[in-house]
């Protein structure tokens, strides 16, 4: 099973970062692959192909669960990685609630680099909208970048961390929940 830990958007906000998307789609500025299903990763973990590796993962999650309090994030502005001019992802960031995003993030890969993950050593908390085949407008890019840096697509209150399965299905990724854990 190839897994990740991340916090799903709400139904209210998928339909404001969708809308932005379809937009961006139509505008024609890039060759991509849309993202469908949103959601802000905390740490990508691979395959897990032991049911007690498993155990473990859910063991580490249930105990930062109850360690981190529920709090309100904001999807704030948009960008590009690795470069904002010539992005191979797009993505909308988090402004409100980030600093306790980045510390989630921090605790789970400290954790799990005692289980034998791979430490991250670079993390920038986003929603990943489109993965860039090419830039066909990059004028058009830089213009709705600049213009939407600041844009606010909503709060939300994150109340819990998922453990995801991805499956490929029909060229896309597709993704179950394990798991979810509350946060205290």
Do not use: C
Request: positive net charge.
């Amino acid at each position: 099973m190839k897994a990740f830990i991340a916090i799903d958007i709400p139904e209210a906000l998928y339909k404001s970062v969708k809308r932005f998307q379809s937009s961006l789609n139509r505008a024609n500025i890039f060759d991509a692959t849309w993202t469908i299903e949103y959601h802000i990763t905390l740490k990508f973990l691979g395959y897990i192909t032991a049911e007690k590796q498993l155990k473990n993962i859910i063991t580490k999650l249930e105990n930062i669960s109850k360690r981190n309090s529920s709090f309100t994030a904001e999807l704030k502005g948009i960008g590009g990685f690795p470069y904002k001019t010539s992005p191979r992802v797009v993505w909308i960031g988090v402004g409100e609630g980030g600093d306790k995003i980045n510390a989630l993030q921090k605790m789970i890969n400290d954790e799990f680099v005692k289980l034998n993950f791979e430490s991250e050593t670079t993390y920038t908390n986003h929603l990943t909208l489109a993965r860039v085949k090419a830039i066909t407008n990059k004028p058009a890019w830089l213009d709705i970048s600049k213009s939407n840096e600041n844009k606010s697509f909503g709060k939300f209150k994150v109340n819990s961390i998922k453990l995801h399965e991805s499956k490929l299905r029909q060229g896309r990724f597709r993704y179950n929940i394990v798991k979810e854990f509350i946060l205290a």
